[in-house]
């Protein structure tokens, strides 16, 4: 039933485009160009967004699994985020599936602020959308615009303050103490970070956080151009959280394969079967939680 919903919901999209002034020949005029769009515009605005999805009742492309989770945006469920002040928050990934990290979105509106984690609680933020300001109380206040980030180690005082309109993706996650090893805040930006060689593949990597053994953690960020994949069918301990910036493709997870565009939210198991192959006429980028330099006890 489910995909004759499905079947039925696409057909009758033919039917509206075909009778369009804009059919699916003509070209999107300068204003409708992607190119005239902000970076990363598709996360919050999908290419089949909750509104596509409003005559199919009950429908939802998200799914949850023991060893992984789909989650897209029309199952984006918003309340306001605990100890933030004017922002609304959607929890895509917590411990409550299995992981031992929390990933979720903060849409900050005007006159807003964030609180604190908890003790011993590390956090990153990733700006999406607008922009943010990042005080503490050791330096000068620093601007964080899209493709933007700051990475805040456990027990540090911090705020991030917006004053008209933002959306970040935040990940935080309890501290695993490694000797005397000790995190220190780190703010960037993506194209601020060189390309890593990566043997034996064809997309382009970055990461966010130093390789050194204080962090516990690393964000990737992954570039793929159209009908490039991943070459390694990956099998690991790592646990992962995804969220994808552009593009669209095909994620195998496990024996499931789900066709995914920017917007969705992906979150991998240790050791579940997963691999990527990027499709449409545009490059995919996905942002990528990784657990590293620890045991995997």
């Given at each position: 039933?489910?995909?004759l919903?499905?079947?039925?919901f696409i057909i009758?999209?033919?039917?509206?485009?075909?009778?369009?002034?804009d059919g699916?020949?003509?070209?999107?005029s300068i204003?409708?160009?992607?190119?005239?769009?902000?970076i990363?515009?598709k996360?919050?605005?999908p290419?089949?967004?909750?509104?596509?999805?409003q005559d199919?009742?009950?429908?939802?492309?998200?799914?949850y699994?023991?060893?992984h989770?789909?989650i897209?945006?029309e199952?984006?469920v918003y309340?306001p985020l605990?100890?933030w002040t004017?922002?609304l928050?959607?929890?895509?990934?917590?411990?409550?599936?299995g992981?031992?990290?929390?990933?979720?979105l903060?849409?900050?509106?005007e006159m807003?602020?964030s609180?604190?984690p908890s003790?011993d609680i590390e956090r990153?933020v990733?700006?999406?959308?607008?922009?943010?300001?990042?005080?503490?109380?050791s330096?000068?206040s620093?601007?964080?615009?899209?493709?933007s980030?700051?990475?805040?180690?456990?027990?540090f005082?911090?705020s991030?303050?917006c004053v008209e309109?933002?959306?970040?993706?935040?990940?935080?996650?309890?501290?695993?103490h490694l000797?005397s090893?000790?995190?220190?805040?780190?703010v960037?930006?993506?194209d601020?970070?060189?390309?890593?060689e990566?043997?034996?593949?064809v997309?382009?990597?970055r990461k966010?956080?130093p390789?050194?053994?204080?962090?516990?953690f690393?964000i990737?960020?992954?570039d793929f151009?159209p009908?490039?994949?991943?070459n390694v069918?990956e099998?690991?301990?790592?646990q992962h959280?995804?969220?994808?910036l552009?593009g669209?493709?095909i994620y195998?997870?496990?024996?499931?394969?789900y066709?995914v565009?920017?917007?969705d939210v992906?979150?991998m198991?240790?050791?579940?079967p997963q691999?990527y192959a990027a499709?449409g006429?545009?490059?995919s980028r996905y942002?990528?939680?990784?657990?590293?330099n620890?045991?995997p006890?």
């Open positions: 039933m489910r995909s919903h499905l079947i039925v009758i999209s033919l039917v509206k485009a075909s009778k369009s002034d699916f020949c003509s070209a999107p204003a409708e160009s992607d190119e005239s769009k902000p990363y515009w996360v919050t605005n290419t089949l967004s909750p509104s596509h999805l199919l009742p009950g429908f939802t492309r998200s799914v699994r023991r060893d989770a789909l897209t945006p199952s984006h309340s605990p100890d004017n922002t928050g959607a929890y895509l990934i917590t411990p409550a599936m992981s031992h990290f929390v990933m979720y903060a849409k900050m509106k807003s602020s609180g604190l003790r990153l990733f700006v999406v959308e607008g922009a943010v300001t990042l005080a503490n109380t330096s000068s620093i601007t964080l615009t899209a493709d980030y700051a990475y805040l180690p456990p027990n005082y911090h991030v303050d309109s933002a959306t970040l993706v935040v990940f935080e996650r309890r501290y695993d000797g090893h000790t995190t220190d805040l780190i960037g930006s993506t601020k970070q060189p390309l890593l990566t043997p034996g593949e997309f382009e990597l966010l956080l390789v050194s053994l204080a962090y516990n690393n990737h960020i992954m151009q009908g490039e994949f991943l069918k099998v690991h301990y790592n959280g995804l969220l994808l552009e669209q493709g195998r997870l496990g024996d499931n394969w066709p565009q920017a917007g992906i979150w198991a240790p050791f579940v691999w499709l006429k545009t490059k942002l990528l939680y990784k657990d590293v620890r045991y006890l």
